[in-house]
T-cell receptor, first 116, second 114 residues
Framework: KQEVTQIPAALSVPEGENLVLNCSFTDSAIYNLQWFRQDPGKGLTSLLLIQSSQREQTSGRLNASLDKSSGRSTLYIAASQPGDSATYLCAVGPLYSGGGADGLTFGKGTHLIIQP | GAGVSQSPSNKVTEKGKDVELRCDPISGHTALYWYRQSLGQGLEFLIYFQGNSAPDKSGLPSDRFSAERTGGSVSTLTIQRTQQEDSAVYLC????????????FGPGTRLTVL
């Protein structure tokens, strides 16, 4: 059964710093990996999708990398801003169907606070 | 609308009652997913639809849970004889295809069972 772990569980940094959020997964048989942010009381906003054949994806100040063989992904946030404060979730999509595992498997998230 | 919509946004019910949650996916998305987010369990996958078909229902927590999708669009998740442990936020997502495409989430339905 796929397990996704995110470290750290919480992080508080001053505005302007660059930071890295970590995600690891136990089963490398994945189709893709997706990073989301979740604001309090809201749904999930998709940030980046990395297909299993890709190494990284970039969107604005965000860069996500994927090392499928080692079961790791990182989300790099450059020049952090108070508006980046949210919970960041990593999720992997299965390569094979069935067994009740056709959806994304999520980590428990990193709660990020950017201090003004 | 442009995004995934869900209704109601909040639902409070008494233990033993049935509830129905609705999801309206992004137009043209053939895949639709239901997830549940609770404090103790995090986000867990429940069921998906490809068109109107749900090939695998084994992710549903119990036989009190059922889901259907009609016309390849709107989906409803029904919970019969609700229990307090069903209290959670129920999230719906849609994508162009199953597993291979980016999933877009709705705002969720917060269910509270008293």
């Amino acid at each position: 059964k796929q397990e996704v772990t995110q470290i750290p569980a919480a992080l508080s940094v001053p505005e302007g710093e660059n930071l890295v959020l970590n995600c690891s997964f136990t089963d490398s048989a994945i189709y893709n990996l997706q990073w989301f942010r979740q604001d309090p009381g809201k749904g999930l906003t998709s940030l980046l999708l990395i297909q299993s054949s890709q190494r990284e994806q970039t969107s604005g100040r965000l860069n996500a990398s994927l090392d499928k063989s080692s079961g790791r992904s990182t989300l790099y946030i450059a020049a952090s801003q108070p508006g980046d404060s949210a919970t960041y979730l990593c999720a992997v999509g299965p390569l094979y169907s069935g067994g009740g595992a056709d959806g994304l498997t999520f980590g428990k998230g990193t709660h990020l606070i950017i201090q003004p | 609308g442009a995004g995934v919509s869900q209704s109601p946004s909040n639902k409070v019910t008494e233990k033993g009652k049935d509830v129905e949650l609705r999801c309206d996916p992004i137009s043209g998305h053939t895949a639709l997913y239901w997830y549940r987010q609770s404090l103790g369990q995090g986000l867990e996958f429940l069921i998906y639809f490809q068109g109107n078909s749900a090939p695998d229902k084994s992710g549903l927590p119990s036989d009190r849970f059922s889901a259907e999708r009609t016309g390849g669009s709107v989906s409803t998740l029904t919970i019969q004889r609700t229990q307090q442990e069903d209290s959670a936020v129920y999230l719906c997502a849609s994508s162009l295809g199953v597993r291979i495409n980016e999933q877009f989430f709705g705002p969720g339905t917060r269910l509270t069972v008293l």
